[in-house]
């Protein structure tokens, strides 16, 4: 299985240490608060079947990227494989890796359960309070993957 996903471990595109699927990955979600950030306007400009379709979409997306890293790291041998060659202790990097890991499941939790509890939400008028912490929670996890892939990759 692995030979049919051999160019996820060639050479990546960034110029770091990175195997493609992880510049990959870092790319996807470091565009994605952008891509959330245009479901959200569609949604202030009152185009709400856009809004909901893009959220998603957008959503599952997050989801298959997510299985794809999944699959790479778990393959590749994981953090401590990656950890090799970096200028980094390797238990900074590894808290921040934690941090990174909560941030994204809360945010991953809370973005799905907004999706599948919103007639609920609108009804009680909580549901753009949740999309903003949904939104937060997405720049997070953004931010702090980028972090975990410049302590791995770049120092």
Not at 36 to 41: E, K, T
Not at 64 to 93: C, K, P, W
């Amino acid at each position: 299985m692995a030979s049919d996903f051999g160019y996820m471990f060639g050479a990546g595109f960034f110029g770091t240490r990175a195997p493609f699927f992880m510049d990959l990955v870092t790319l996807i979600v470091s565009l994605l608060p952008f891509l959330v950030a245009i479901a959200i306007s569609f949604a202030r400009n009152k185009h709400y079947k856009v809004h909901a379709y893009l959220q998603i979409f957008i959503f599952a997306f997050s989801v298959i990227v997510l299985t794809y890293f999944e699959y790479g790291v778990r393959v590749s041998g994981g953090f401590n494989t990656f950890m090799q060659g970096s200028g980094v202790s390797h238990d900074y990097a590894f808290i921040v890796l934690i941090f990174h890991i909560i941030v994204s499941v809360i945010a991953l939790i809370v973005w799905g359960s907004t999706i599948f509890r919103v007639k609920k939400q609108l009804q009680s008028g909580k549901h753009r309070k949740a999309g903003l912490v949904t939104f937060g929670g997405v720049i997070l996890t953004s931010l702090t993957g980028i972090w975990v892939y410049f302590l791995m990759f770049v120092y």
